[in-house]
Nanobody
Framework: QLQLVESGGGLVQPGGSLSLSCAAS????????IGWFRQAPGKEREGVSC????????NFAESVKGRFTISRDNAKNTVYLQMNSLKPEDTAVYYC????????????????????WGQGTQVTVSS
């Protein structure tokens, strides 16, 4: 059974950091591009970051550029999202998703085209 599982969410103060993980089971992660998305209450799901199969290409939403980094360890079947300088507006449920195609030029930040989704992990930024 193909499955993505996010972990690492939690409560953090503004300015703090969190590292999210997306672990795959039932399939080989290096066959897929991975996207991170988030959804806050009452808002649409938005793309945060995405990474190509090999990790050689990445993309970020303007709102997180310079604060978030994305990386992958295909040997561990895991993709990471390092979030620094967190702001209250980063509060949301964060999801990872897998697509066999890497859409360049920012298109990978669109949720369409991702075949598999995790269940999400809550990130709350609050003092």
């Amino acid at each position: 059974q193909l499955q993505l599982v996010e972990s690492g969410g939690g409560l953090v103060q503004p300015g703090g950091s969190l590292s999210l993980s997306c672990a795959a089971s039932g399939f080989t992660l290096d066959a897929y591009a991975i996207g991170w998305f988030r959804q806050a209450p009452g808002k649409e799901r938005e793309g945060v970051s995405c990474i190509s199969h090999s990790g050689g290409s990445t993309n970020f939403a303007e709102s997180v550029k310079g604060r978030f980094t994305i990386s992958r360890d295909n040997a561990k079947n895991t993709v990471y999202l390092q979030m620094n300088s967190l702001k209250p507006e980063d509060t949301a449920v964060y999801y990872c998703a897998a697509s066999p195609i890497y859409y360049s030029s920012g298109y990978c930040l669109r949720p369409n085209g991702y075949n598999y989704w995790g269940q999400g992990t809550q990130v709350t930024v609050s003092s």
